[in-house]
C-alpha cells in the first residue's frame, strides 16, 4: 500500500515568507508526527497528532510554528516569517496508533530559507 | 543532559563482518521503548528494531540484534554479515512512558561505511 506521503519534496523560499508543509499519512493511521532535521543531526520532534487533536506540541520551537490535522488524516505544517534557522528537513511519521507502535517515516521536505 | 548518546560518528566495516553500533540512554522511567533506525543517502528513515524496557529477551530482527544491557542503559546495535548496502546513518532513539509518550527522542546518529 501507499506510504507516507510529504509535498513539496523541496521548498526554497525567503526569509520573512509564509510556507506550507503537507503530509499525507498511511490510511487508518490515527497518530502523525512532525520532526526537523537539521544537517548532521538526528530528527527533532516538533508536534504529536492524535487524530484531528495535537497530543503534544512541546516541540514547536516558537509561535512562528504552527500545525493542524482537522480532518484526522492530511496534516498541514505552516511556518510564518521564516528564518535563515528553519532551513532543514522536516520529517512526517504516522503510526497506526500511539505509544510504542513503529512509526512510519515519508521521504520529507527539504526547505531552504534564503 | 542527552537523552540518547551515540559517541560513534563514524564507523567502518569489511563486508561479512559483524559491527556494533553504541548507543546509551539516560531516563528516570521505568517503562520506555528503544528503537533503532537506519537513514540511507536518500533520506528515508527505515525502522531496523524494538526493545522494550520489560523485555526480558534481546531483540532480534533478521541481520538486526539489539545488545539490551539495561543496568548500563545500554541499547547497542549489532548488525551481522555486513553488506555494502548497509552503508547509512543509524539513529538510535527512545520513547518514555507507560504509553509510549508522544516524544520520540533521537540520538545524533553513526554513519557506518561497508568496505568491500
Known amino acids: 500500500g501507499a506510504g507516507v506521503s510529504q509535498t513539496p519534496s523541496n521548498k526554497v523560499t525567503e526569509k520573512g515568507k509564509y510556507v506550507e508543509l503537507r503530509c499525507d499519512p498511511i490510511s487508518g493511521h490515527t497518530a502523525l508526527y512532525w520532526y526537523r532535521q537539521s544537517l548532521g543531526q538526528g530528527p527533532e520532534f516538533l508536534i504529536y497528532f492524535q487524530g484531528t487533536g495535537a497530543a503534544d506540541d512541546s516541540g514547536l520551537p516558537n509561535d512562528r510554528f504552527f500545525a493542524v490535522r482537522p480532518e484526522g488524516s492530511v496534516s498541514t505544517l505552516k511556518i510564518q516569517r521564516t528564518e535563515r534557522g528553519d532551513s532543514a528537513v522536516y520529517l512526517c511519521?504516522?503510526?497506526?496508533?500511539?505509544?510504542?507502535?513503529?512509526?512510519?517515516f515519508g521521504p520529507g521536505t527539504r526547505l531552504t530559507v534564503t | 543532559a542527552q537523552k540518547i548518546t551515540q559517541t560513534q560518528p563514524g564507523m567502518f566495516v569489511q563486508e561479512k563482518e559483524a559491527v556494533t553500533l553504541d548507543c546509551t540512554y539516560d531516563t528516570s522511567d521505568q517503562s520506555y521503548g528503544l528503537f533503532w533506525y537506519k537513514q540511507p543517502s536518500s533520506g528515508e528513515m527505515i525502522f531496523l528494531i524494538y526493545?522494550?524496557?520489560?523485555?526480558?529477551q534481546n531483540a532480534t530482527e533478521g541481520r538486526y540484534s539489539l545488545n539490551f544491557q539495561k543496568a548500563r542503559k545500554s541499547a547497542n546495535l549489532v548488525i551481522s554479515a555486513s553488506q555494502l548496502g548497509d552503508s547509512a546513518m543509524y539513529f538510535c532513539a527512545m520513547r518514555e512512558g507507560r504509553d509510549g509518550g508522544f516524544k520520540t527522542i533521537f540520538g545524533a546518529g553513526t554513519r557506518l561505511f561497508v568496505k568491500a
Open positions: 526493545q522494550g524496557s520489560y523485555d526480558e
Open positions: 511519521a504516522s503510526s497506526l496508533k500511539g505509544g510504542y507502535y513503529e512509526q512510519y
